[in-house]
């Protein structure tokens, strides 16, 4: 890993190519730049870091159909970048691939089976998604196929009964395993996550609502709030148990809290302990170390990244940045990175580029650190209920 004096750091600023998720798919055709003659096929198994590749290009663009060895196909999509390492890299697809992707939950077969017959007058249909919440229960709501984040999260929350400030500080995300949740970007469509998580989970658990902030203080302010206090609360708890939290010394205490259910107390505590309100990303490779990888962790209070074996065994270096180091990040599609443009004292600024196929929701979380900076300087929370307060007397 880089030190101070950034060995190992690449200063080159990245290439801008907008956002983009990872692609999803469990067979793939394509005879694109990346191999040779005509078409193969490959099986591509989801792994923990997901399928390892994006795609441009719309599913159907219209247009003449094509022939390739005597086969006619539709205009196909590309690959335009590939995870090294990642599953579709282990399956054989390559950069320049054009492809025709067709995940078995997606089959006409799968999809009548999970969709609502009846649609309506524009032709959308309605469907059902089963969301879990922080307290261990769960929600059905019922949206339309083609429904964004926002909509679903704002459906959710109306059956719920957030309040207009509560609904700030949670969000919808998508389990990506036992140990690691995704934040679901605004435009996404969590009904086709659901479809596609069909085959390897229960329904209804790749949807969870998790909290969503980082300052610690602010949750204080929402203390007068049951529904936010229990959501805290579960999510504090189940955060412990999994390890994301270090209760260490504090653990007696904070058992005899939980079994009182105290929940604000447990959540004063609680807040004191190192990883609390903290984001750790799965283990990855990143062009400051020639060797292994590391575990990124974002806060409120810095940005870490510790230095481990490329299996994700935690090594002893660790580098901590502060948020006022931060000059610039973006993201890098076709590479599938974050990049992050950082200065100490008069040295010369330098970027770093961690390659991760989370890399939007990690720009989302330096977007969100910052905002939330930003309000605490401008006390908009204390405004925020104070306000609140005001119309409710």
């Known amino acids: 890993m880089a030190d101070e004096d950034g060995e190992g750091i690449h200063p080159s600023?990245?290439?801008?190519?907008?956002?983009?998720?990872?692609?999803?798919?469990?067979?793939?055709?394509?005879?694109?730049?990346?191999?040779?003659?005509?078409p193969r096929v490959v099986r591509i198994v989801k792994s923990e870091s997901g399928y390892g590749f994006n795609v441009r290009g719309q599913v159907s663009e219209g247009g003449q159909l094509r022939s390739i060895n005597g086969e006619l196909y539709a205009p196909l999509q590309h690959v335009s970048a590939v995870l090294p390492g990642g599953a579709a890299d282990r399956a054989g697809v390559r950069k320049g691939d054009l492809c025709s992707i067709r995940v078995i939950g997606?089959?006409?077969i799968m999809q009548e089976f999970l969709s609502e017959s009846d649609e309506n007058y524009n032709g959308v249909s309605d469907v059902e998604l089963r969301v879990a919440l922080p307290d261990g229960t769960a929600v059905t709501v019922r949206v339309k196929k083609n429904s964004t984040t926002d909509q679903v999260y704002q459906a959710i929350a109306a059956k719920v009964g957030m309040d207009s400030t509560t609904v700030n500080y949670f969000a919808l995300?998508?389990?990506?395993?036992?140990?690691?949740?995704?934040?679901?970007?605004?435009?996404?469509?969590p009904h086709k996550l659901y479809v596609q998580n069909y085959t390897s989970a229960v329904p209804g658990t790749c949807l969870t609502v998790r909290k969503w902030l980082f300052t610690t203080e602010e949750e204080i302010l929402l203390n007068d709030n049951d529904l936010a206090v229990t959501y805290f609360f579960h999510q504090a708890v189940d955060d412990v148990k999994k390890g994301y939290i270090k209760a260490e010394e504090k653990s007696?205490?904070?058992?005899?809290?939980?079994?009182?259910r105290k929940m604000v107390m447990y959540l004063n505590m609680l807040r004191t302990c190192e990883g609390y309100n903290e984001i750790i990303f799965p283990h990855c490779a990143c062009?400051?170390?020639?060797?292994g990888h590391v575990i990124t962790a974002i806060s409120i209070t810095h940005f870490k990244l510790h230095a481990c074996t490329e299996?994700?065994?935690?090594?002893?270096?660790?580098?901590?940045?502060?948020?006022?180091?931060m000059q610039r990040w973006d993201t890098d599609e076709e590479g599938m990175a974050f990049c992050f443009e950082y200065a100490?004292?008069?040295k010369k600024p330098r970027w770093v580029k961690i390659f991760t196929p989370y890399f939007n929701y990690m720009h989302e979380c330096f977007e969100r650190v910052f905002c939330e900076l930003k309000w605490r300087k401008e006390n908009i929370f204390q405004m925020t209920r104070s306000q609140q307060r005001d119309v409710a007397t």
Do not use: M, T
Not at 17 to 37: D, E, Q, T
Not at 173 to 189: D, G, Q, T, W
């Open 13 to 38: 600023a990245p290439h801008r190519n907008g956002g983009g998720g990872g692609g999803s798919g469990l067979h793939c055709a394509g005879n694109g730049g990346g191999g040779g003659g005509g």
């Open 106 to 108: 997606e089959s006409d």
């Open 173 to 189: 995300f998508e389990v990506i395993n036992h140990s690691f949740v995704r934040k679901l970007a605004p435009n996404e469509f």
């Open 252 to 260: 007696y205490q904070l058992q005899k809290l939980y079994e009182q």
């Open 287 to 291: 062009d400051s170390r020639r060797k």
């Open 311 to 325: 299996e994700g065994q935690l090594e002893n270096q660790v580098i901590a940045f502060e948020w006022d180091e």
């Open 344 to 346: 100490r004292g008069e």
